[in-house]
């Protein structure tokens, strides 16, 4: 299993917001503090958004913050709604299978589809089980290492 980077920066957002989950935050200092171009966090953060993860405060003194707190935010629910596919063989999507021409010639009589499915499954169900507040449960350690200045 390979997270994408999308999912990557979606869950680091959301570190750096659970640390800082007193105040506004705003893009630039995400962005500054991990070294990730700016444009791809506006793109990861308005899916956080629309996804009810975070919410945005518009004007002079805006930013971000978490929608609802840490300990409601299930990393699993997090990978499933930031990852755009989480088919771990072409088998696993058919349409993708049929589009790219690469249609498995054992499908019909295939095990290792269902073996897939399981750690797929047991992969997510692990994530299931811990929350963003556990995340950032070393508060201190990560908020000295994202206050300190960007490099």
């Known amino acids: 299993m390979h997270l994408t980077t999308y999912t990557d920066y979606s869950l680091r957002v959301l570190i750096y917001l659970g640390v800082r989950s007193d ?9 500054d503090h991990y070294g990730i171009s ?10 956080l958004g629309l996804q009810g ?12 913050r978490l929608a609802r707190p840490a300990s409601q935010i299930v990393i699993g629910d ?3 709604k930031m990852e755009q596919d989480m088919a771990l063989v072409h088998c696993f ?13 054992i499908v019909s ?3 290792l589809k269902g073996v897939l499915n399981k750690a797929l499954l047991a ?4 994530l299931d ?23």
């Open 53 to 64: 993860f975070i919410e945005t405060v518009r004007g002079r003194n805006g930013g971000l």
């Open 123 to 126: 992969f997510l169900e692990v």
């Open 109 to 111: 009589a295939c095990v």
């Open 23 to 31: 105040e506004l935050v705003t893009i630039r200092q995400i962005s």
């Open 93 to 105: 999507a058919s349409n993708r299978a049929a589009e790219r021409g690469t249609d498995c010639k």
């Open 129 to 151: 089980q811990h929350t963003l507040a556990e995340l950032v449960v070393p508060k201190a350690k990560l908020a000295e290492l994202l206050m300190a200045e960007p490099e």
């Open 78 to 80: 997090v990978v499933r």
């Open 38 to 47: 700016n444009n791809h966090l506006l793109k990861v953060v308005h899916q």
